[in-house]
């Protein structure tokens, strides 16, 4: 009989003579992936493992080989964490153009620094990046990485090709839930792709794609999320920063919004109320006092981003940006929504994705969407909405970055997308 001493012995060896005979040599690769590339993703994993409504872990493996300079973007090896996500590991090793190990990266090694922009006062998010210079190309990373997480709002969205002028040899997806917490996905892209649904039921999803070529980036193209392959996911039961939330329907998600993140932020001082009324005097027109309004927060206040804890998502309180002067386009939005209710103008907050280049909130996907929030003012039908952030824009005027898409407005009734 083997002792299971011998029988651990036997099974090191076995994964390591495996772990040997993974291939990273430049020459594996197919002609064809290397075709307008500048990169050639060997391998693209993430298993990700929903535990319960507070808590999710997400493992990932990326191998990159770099051909030039250029596809050095390609490599992604970075995360994003917080007091409530955890990064339980991450390592990198790299490879030579014949598949010889010159370098192991490990956690010490990767850059730890605040993820914040010009712009922002203060945040609790923090990122860990690797910033490797090559000593020639081509070379091949391979990066791993682990996380766990409480907030359950945001499954990571899966992009089977992640831009131009990066090939895919091997993609795969994992994703395992409880089967009571309301899971759904959507695809977005796949005609034309051979990506392959492995495995699909009440309690797991899988997807497996092979052999995508590179495709090449011309002058005006359209945003890679509109061209390429990707799955959105979500929960119907989600977390968010110690808030169970619920989005089932965009109405229900509407409700829970602004009961459990929006609620007993617009309270301001009676003196500011006053000042208020007596800014609109009599007038009677409610687009006409909007305007009035509008104009006083524009030269009273200024943006600067604030986002800690659930500040990244809930406003900081209207009576402190009234007594500080500054916010980001939640708080703005909100301060402002808050000065109209004094002089009984209704308005609602309203949430998109900010961008010059457009993307609708998915109607037909109810979930945490959206990076912006700007003000939505009933106008007759329709609506007149306010850029909050802006000291110069004329009242009601939608520039490129919020105009011409979909978003979700706010009501005290629940969520409507218009």
């Avoid at 959206?370 to 009242?395: K, R, V, W």
């Amino acid at each position: 009989m083997r002792s299971p001493f011998f029988s651990l012995f036997f099974c090191l060896i076995a994964l390591t003579t495996y772990a040997q005979k993974v291939n990273y040599n430049i020459t594996s690769i197919p002609d064809s992936l290397k075709q307008n590339a500048n990169a050639v993703v060997r391998l693209d994993q993430m298993d990700i493992t929903i535990v319960s409504q507070r808590s999710m872990n997400v493992k990932t493996q990326r191998v990159v080989t770099v051909l030039n300079d250029k596809g050095l973007s390609h490599i992604d090896a970075y995360k994003h964490y917080d007091k409530t996500t955890s990064i339980n590991s991450i390592e990198a090793i790299v490879y030579d153009a014949a598949g010889n190990e010159i370098k192991k990266i490990r956690r010490k090694d990767f850059r730890d620094q605040s993820a914040v922009s010009g712009s922002t006062l203060f945040s609790d998010s923090r990122v860990v990046y690797l910033n490797y210079t090559p000593i020639s190309y081509p070379f091949t990373i391979v990066y791993t990485c682990e996380t766990e997480t409480s907030n359950t709002a945001f499954i990571p969205r899966w992009y089977f090709l992640s831009g131009y002028n990066a090939s895919v040899e091997k993609c795969i997806l994992n994703v395992s839930y409880p089967s009571d917490l309301g899971f759904k996905k959507k695809e977005f892209q796949f005609s034309g792709y051979n990506i392959k649904k492995t495995e699909e039921s009440a309690t797991k999803l899988s997807y497996i794609a092979e052999n995508i070529l590179a495709q090449k980036s011309e002058d005006l193209s359209p945003s890679s999320e509109d061209l390429f392959p990707r799955v959105m996911m979500g929960l119907e039961k989600f977390h968010l920063e110690g808030v169970d939330g619920n989005a089932t329907t965009w109405e229900a998600f509407g409700k829970w919004y602004g009961d459990k993140i929006l609620t007993g932020t617009t309270t301001l001082p009676e003196e500011t109320k006053a000042k208020m009324k007596a800014l609109v005097g009599d007038e009677k027109d409610p687009i006409k006092k909007a305007k009035i309004i509008y104009d006083y927060v524009q030269k009273k206040s200024r943006y600067v981003n604030i986002a800690i804890g659930i500040g990244g998502w809930k406003p900081m309180l209207a009576s402190d940006v009234d007594r500080l002067g500054y916010g980001d386009c939640k708080a703005l939005s909100n301060y402002t929504k808050a000065l109209l209710q004094a002089v009984d103008v209704p308005s609602y907050n309203t949430i998109l994705y900010g961008d010059s280049e457009k993307a609708n909130i998915q109607s037909d996907f109810v979930s945490m969407q959206g990076n912006h929030m700007i003000l939505a003012i009933p106008n007759g039908d329709n609506y007149t909405f306010l850029e909050c952030t802006s000291q110069d824009n004329p009242f009601g005027y939608q520039g490129t970055f919020t105009d011409d898409r979909d978003v979700l407005v706010v009501k005290p009734e629940g969520g409507q997308i218009v």
